[in-house]
């Protein structure tokens, strides 16, 4: 062998050697994010906020002294392709510490695989299928290693129908009032339907037929119509707000007079500005004790935070925004106590989870709500904030002006405190 080829060989040798460090020095996170697909509306910024946050933490020294390598793809709300990557992220020579999900079908599909391979997912869905760790209520497979922030779909419509019930009776209405659940024939609307529908007859609702419509924007006016001539009083909105505004805007062209209840994706900010007065009064909840702006001493964090992709600090963040930093900041923490208790395992970060009852993330006083996991019940937490969208003007321009000038405004109007009832956990 020549001095060349002997320098070649060692030059290789010593590539090699780094790049094992480099690896060794970081913890690999995937990420997946829908900026193309169905929920790409909300996606978005949910994604946009987990990106910020781990470039934040980054920044900040990152965790155990060691950076944060996080894979982020956009699987465009795909399954299939949501299964490729968890397949790449799976496998022994390169597997991940945890993932930060995304929809629910998808999460859901891995579900039975992150047991098996010990991978704990913080999920943007909120299906109540995934809070049941030991599968003992017979509702879903056990889901050990599922996480979310924020009151399950389920749990959120039960509260909205608890606030229907007492609206009913404040306006002074006899007889029984009707509710309708709407959206696609898909999982993530159809996760809380069962759930929904039993909560309603509880409370005395007249449960009518479902009416479906499909995730993405369209003509809905066939929907209306029909939402028109059932008498509906309170109708559930299950997709997420590009499909909503659609079904909002028709419903205020045929003349329909009904409560809209909104999915936790399927009002915003940006959705009152697109739909302007036919999103007018729509009660739906919000994950954080605060929306951007608020008065909270975490709002410096938060700011901080968006930051990382604008530096002027002028973009309005959506409610999306904030509750996926709290999501992030959650994994962050829990990846925290791994790292100082064995490693970053799927096993140790999952087990983090565990230590803090009523737990914000540090720093981030009054924005994100007090949560607890435990072993046995991943129902993180069971107050749901009720919020009114407030439209009184025209939502032409900035959403920061709008926001500004309350021409938008978020108003609270009722927190719901649900007990922690054992037979309602898993659906």
Request: hydrophobic share 40%; net charge neutral; aromatic share 10%.
């Amino acid at each position: 062998m020549t001095m060349k080829s002997l320098l070649s060989t060692a030059s290789l040798a010593l590539a090699i050697a780094a790049f094992s460090a480099s690896a060794q020095a970081q913890i690999a996170l995937g990420h997946l994010a829908d900026y193309s697909g169905g929920t790409s509306d909300v996606g978005t910024p949910y994604g946009q906020a987990v990106t910020d946050t781990f470039a934040w933490v980054n920044k900040n020294g990152g965790v155990g002294g060691k950076q944060l390598n996080v894979d982020t793809n956009d699987y465009g709300y795909q399954v299939p392709r949501a299964i490729a990557l968890y397949k790449k992220w799976s496998a022994p020579d390169s597997k991940v510490a945890a993932i930060m999900g995304w929809g629910t079908a998808d999460t859901e599909a891995l579900t039975g695989f992150l047991a098996q391979d010990k991978i704990p997912d913080m999920s943007g869905s909120y299906a109540a299928a995934l809070t049941d760790p030991e599968g003992v209520s017979g509702k879903a497979k056990p889901a050990p290693y599922n996480f979310f922030y924020g009151p399950s779909y389920s749990d959120s419509l039960r509260a909205m129908l608890m606030w229907a019930a007492e609206d009913w009776k404040a306006k002074g209405k006899s007889g029984k009032p009707k509710f309708v659940h709407m959206g696609a024939n898909h999982p993530y609307p159809n996760a809380p339907k069962a759930a929904g529908e039993a909560m309603a007859q509880e409370l005395g609702f007249e449960v009518l037929p479902p009416l479906v419509f499909a995730l993405a924007p369209g003509d809905y006016s066939a929907q209306c119509l029909s939402l028109k001539s059932s008498g509906a009083n309170y109708a559930y909105l299950g997709n997420t707000a590009a499909s909503n505004i659609s079904v909002m805007k028709a419903c205020k062209t045929a003349g329909v007079e009904v409560q809209f209840l909104g999915n936790v994706w399927g009002m915003d900010e940006n959705a009152a500005k697109t739909a302007g007065d036919a999103a007018n009064g729509v009660i739906f909840p919000l994950r954080t004790a605060v929306s951007w702006g608020g008065d909270a001493p975490g709002m410096k964090t938060l700011m901080e935070i968006s930051k990382m992709s604008d530096p002027t600090g002028k973009v309005y963040r959506p409610v999306h925004y904030v509750a996926a930093v709290c999501s992030a900041l959650y994994m962050k923490e829990a990846l925290d106590w791994a790292a100082k208790n064995g490693g970053a395992t799927g096993e140790n970060v999952a087990k983090g989870f565990y230590q803090k009852k009523n737990w914000v993330p540090a720093g981030m006083d009054g924005v994100c709500n007090p949560s607890t996991w435990t072993d046995k019940d991943h129902r993180g937490t069971l107050k749901v904030d009720l919020y009114r969208t407030k439209v009184s003007g025209a939502t032409d321009g900035d959403l920061n002006d709008l926001m500004a000038k309350g021409t938008i405004k978020l108003e609270k109007v009722k927190t719901v405190e649900l007990p922690r009832k054992p037979e309602l956990l898993g659906w």
